[in-house]
């Protein structure tokens, strides 16, 4: 079992930059992807990012490629989502999630999440 905390989000103007980071234990952190989803109000959960264990391959969403960049540092157990030219549609509650396989296969895969992480984008 891996336990996720997110760390990050806050209140920002369009156009301003964040970036989350989530710090995971439990289970050797190298050993599958990660990945980040979010949670507008009165909308389903969406996925925004993943990037593979050893952290060589990215996956975006549409709506954020280009802007977000997702990372990680598995000497510190820690994955990042640097989000740049921030809008207000990308306000949400937003979530780190780990893999339950060794090999990233789609959006599907993640098993474990986080309590997640609250972003605001101002107009």
């Known amino acids: 079992q891996v336990q996720l905390v997110e760390s990050g989000g806050g209140l920002v103007q369009t156009g301003a930059s964040l970036r989350l980071s989530c710090a995971a234990s439990?289970?050797?952190?190298?050993?599958?992807?990660m990945g980040w989803f979010r949670q507008a109000p009165g909308k389903e959960r969406e996925f925004v990012a993943a990037?593979?264990?050893?952290?060589?391959?990215?996956y975006y969403a549409d709506s954020v490629q280009g802007r977000f960049t997702i990372s990680r540092d598995n000497a510190k157990n820690t994955v990042y989502l640097q989000m740049n030219s921030l809008k207000p549609e990308d306000t949400a509650v937003y979530f780190c999630a780990a893999s339950r396989y060794s090999t990233y296969f789609g959006p599907s895969d993640f098993a474990s999440w986080g309590q997640g992480t609250q972003v605001t984008v101002s107009s």
């Open positions: 990037i593979t264990r050893g952290g060589g391959t990215p």
């Open positions: 439990g289970r050797t952190f190298s050993s599958y992807p």
